[in-house]
């Protein structure tokens, strides 16, 4: 089939596909990654890494207003937006020096064929660039991502994405932002934080629909308290027009027209997956509702081509299409008996205040099972009356027969980091007994997981937990010492 033939060819270099691509080169395959820019992928370049730097901006301004609690002064900071989108650049810029994915690729003997344009597949077996070139492969992985989607109705042309934010010459005074999962959540308090007056509306109930309930409780008071006006449960929005220099948004709310002005509207609806173009019927690979459908090994319709990441619809989240990028290369390359499962995926929103959450919400556990649940207030944290930011709490959701943590929710500062102590201990199938007894260094914020843990314990009648501890065989100090060798 020519020179440029090879094993495997992965489509997309974002974290699925360059992961895809190593983990296959050592297994020993020929392997090309084919990406129509630069290896990295949109949460480097466009997504939750220059986000998380305009919610550190976001969160430098906010920590101000607490220097009279700390015997400071000093004036608010004022906002240069210019600036911070300059330097959200130069960290954009700064990760790709640190990760060298070209040359780590390279190093590991992936063939990279990258600036050429977007690839389609010509036919089964074969992808063609704009430029004329072409690759074949015995198999495919394609892991191309997935976009902002923009909604069409009159007037949906005037409405911005995250991916337009990075052009903002000037902050909007007053912004509109349709949809409050993930995206829109961080965005509206980031804006609100830079001094925006933010309006958030959702579809859904709730805001963070996919969230434990109670956490969208908390969200939303938050939300409120930091002069964000939350409208749930719109029936749609029907069209957006000119009204001076501002845009007027008309919205369905209880089967009745409402309308907001704001000085922008931003849509965080949806991510569809970036299907449009790669010729997926010349391959045989089908779709579902803008996402290429694979089963439970993340194989295709077709035999020889598998998926991950984004564009499967599955999880959106960086760790796992980083996970499912391994998996996919694993399975092209083998016997197609590694299952994809995500069970335990942590998660959050770098939101004010912030969530994090794994496992089951209090709902779904109850659903399917007997559970009981550890929660304590922020309040009962040293570490946060220390700081001053004693709102929030941290839930866990443990089985009342095998006393495993199913699930965890925590609202709060650092919330995104005090839950991975939570995925830790599920990942290790822990006792929510053995969890209560591990001596977190004080005063910390992952203190909170250890009281909640003490919480379902009492809640599981257990007594003295130290006891039922050693009664499961805990190893004494010699063992720990044999095992460290």
């Given at each position: 089939?020519?020179?440029?033939?090879?094993?495997?060819?992965?489509?997309?270099?974002?974290?699925?596909?360059?992961?895809?691509?190593?983990?296959?080169?050592?297994?020993?395959?020929?392997?090309?990654?084919?990406?129509?820019?630069?290896?990295?992928?949109?949460?480097?370049?466009?997504?939750c890494a220059p986000t998380r730097v305009l919610a550190k901006a976001a969160r430098l301004i906010r920590d101000t207003e607490q220097f009279g609690d700390y015997g400071l002064s000093g004036d608010r900071p004022t906002l240069d937006l210019p600036a911070l989108l300059a330097a959200t650049q130069r960290t954009i810029y700064e990760l790709h020096e640190k990760k060298q994915l070209v040359g780590h690729l390279e190093r590991a003997g992936v063939t990279v064929i990258g600036g050429r344009g977007a690839a389609a597949f010509a036919d089964a077996q074969t992808v063609a660039m704009p430029d004329g070139s072409a690759i074949q492969a015995e198999r495919f992985i394609i892991a191309c991502g997935g976009h902002a989607r923009r909604l069409q109705f009159p007037g949906s042309e005037l409405t911005l994405t995250h991916s337009d934010i990075w052009g903002l010459s000037a902050l909007p005074s007053s912004l509109a932002i349709i949809g409050a999962a993930a995206t829109g959540a961080q965005l509206a308090s980031i804006f609100a934080a830079f001094g925006?007056?933010?309006?958030?509306?959702?579809?859904?109930?709730?805001?963070?629909?996919?969230?434990?309930?109670?956490?969208?409780?908390?969200?939303?008071?938050?939300?409120?308290?930091?002069?964000?006006?939350?409208i749930t449960g719109i029936g749609g929005v029907e069209e957006i027009t000119r009204a001076g220099r501002h845009l007027r948004v008309t919205y369905r709310l209880h089967d009745e027209a409402s309308e907001l002005d704001a000085d922008?509207?931003?849509?965080?609806?949806?991510?569809?997956?970036?299907?449009?173009?790669?010729?997926?019927?010349?391959?045989?690979?089908?779709?579902?509702?803008?996402?290429?459908?694979?089963?439970?090994?993340?194989?295709?319709?077709?035999?020889?081509?598998?998926?991950a990441g984004d564009v499967t619809g599955r999880m959106m989240l960086v760790q796992s299409a980083t996970h499912e990028g391994r998996i996919a290369a694993e399975n092209s390359l083998g016997s197609d008996d590694r299952v994809i499962t995500h069970g335990i995926v942590a998660h959050g929103g770098f939101t004010d205040p912030e969530y994090g959450s794994v496992g089951l919400t209090e709902a779904a556990a109850?659903?399917?099972?007997?559970?009981?649940?550890?929660?304590?207030?922020?309040?009962?944290?040293?570490?946060?009356?220390?700081?001053?930011?004693?709102?929030?709490?941290?839930?866990?959701?443990?089985?009342?027969?095998?006393?495993?943590?199913v699930g965890a929710h925590v609202i709060g500062e650092q919330a995104v980091e005090v839950v991975q102590i939570a995925a830790a201990a599920m990942t290790a199938a822990l006792p929510v007994e053995r969890l209560a007894e591990i001596e977190f260094a004080y005063p910390t914020f992952t203190a909170i997981v250890g009281l909640a843990a003490r919480q379902a314990v009492h809640a599981l009648n257990l007594g003295d937990h130290t006891a039922a501890w050693e009664a499961m065989g805990r190893p004494r100090s010699s063992e720990w010492e044999r095992r460290e060798r």
């Open positions: 089939m020519g020179d440029q033939t090879y094993d495997l060819a992965v489509i997309g270099g974002g974290p699925a596909g360059v992961t895809a691509a190593l983990r296959a080169a050592e297994l020993g395959a020929r392997v090309a990654l084919v990406e129509h820019d630069q290896p990295g992928g949109t949460c480097t370049d466009d997504g925006a007056r933010v309006t958030l509306l959702e579809l859904a109930p709730r805001v963070v629909p996919g969230e434990d309930a109670d956490i969208s409780t908390a969200l939303e008071a938050g939300f409120e308290t930091n002069g964000i006006e939350v922008a509207v931003l849509l965080a609806v949806g991510w569809p997956g970036n299907i449009d173009g790669l010729g997926l019927d010349a391959a045989g690979v089908s779709t579902d509702r803008g996402y290429i459908t694979v089963d439970d090994q993340l194989r295709t319709s077709a035999a020889h081509v598998w998926a109850a659903a399917a099972g007997r559970m009981v649940i550890g929660r304590v207030p922020y309040a009962d944290l040293d570490r946060a009356v220390i700081d001053r930011r004693t709102e929030g709490f941290c839930k866990l959701v443990v089985d009342a027969d095998s006393h495993r943590v």
